[in-house]
Nanobody
Framework: VQLVESGGGLVQTGGSLTLSCAAS????????MGWFRQVPGKEREFVAA????????YFADSVKGRFTISRDNAKNTVYLQMNSLKPEDTAIYYC???????????????????WGRGTQVTISS
C-alpha cells in the first residue's frame, strides 16, 4: 500500500488542522492505520491509531481530547483532526499502515511496515 499525507501547514497556537492520508490499493480496509510524528533529533512517536473498521481508536496521552482520528474505507483515506494545537505539536506527521499488529504494539513504529513521506505541521506561539 502506498500512502500520501496532506493537510499540513502553519497555524497559530489554539488553531486547528486536519491531516489526510490517501492510500492506494483495494485492501485499505484490511489495514490498521496510524499517525506518528517526529521532530529533528527525536524518535518518531505515536500519535493515534484506528482499527480496520474504525470502531476502535487509540491516542497518545499528549493528544487525548484534542485530536480525533477517523477513516473512510470507501475513499481509502484516514484523517487526523487536530484541535487546540500547541507549539509542542510541531513536527512532521507520518501516516502508517499495518495488516498485523497486536493491540499492545499499536503504538510502536516498528509494527507498521508501510509509511508515507510525511507532512510538516508548524504551530506558532
Amino acid at each position: 500500500v502506498q500512502l500520501v499525507e496532506s493537510g499540513g501547514g502553519l497555524v497559530q497556537t489554539g488553531g486547528s488542522l486536519t491531516l489526510s492520508c490517501a492510500a492506494s490499493g483495494r485492501t485499505f480496509s484490511s489495514y490498521v492505520m496510524g499517525w506518528f510524528r517526529q521532530v529533528p533529533g527525536k524518535e518518531r512517536e505515536f500519535v493515534a491509531a484506528i482499527s480496520r473498521s474504525g470502531g476502535s481508536t487509540y491516542f497518545a496521552d499528549s493528544v487525548k481530547g484534542r485530536f480525533t482520528i477517523s477513516r473512510d474505507n470507501a475513499k481509502n483515506t484516514v484523517y487526523l483532526q487536530m484541535n487546540s494545537l500547541k507549539p509542542e505539536d510541531t513536527a512532521i506527521y507520518y501516516c502508517a499502515a499495518t495488516q498485523n499488529v497486536r493491540p499492545s504494539a499499536i503504538i510502536t513504529p516498528r509494527a507498521y511496515p508501510n509509511w508515507g513521506r510525511g507532512t510538516q505541521v508548524t504551530i506558532s506561539s
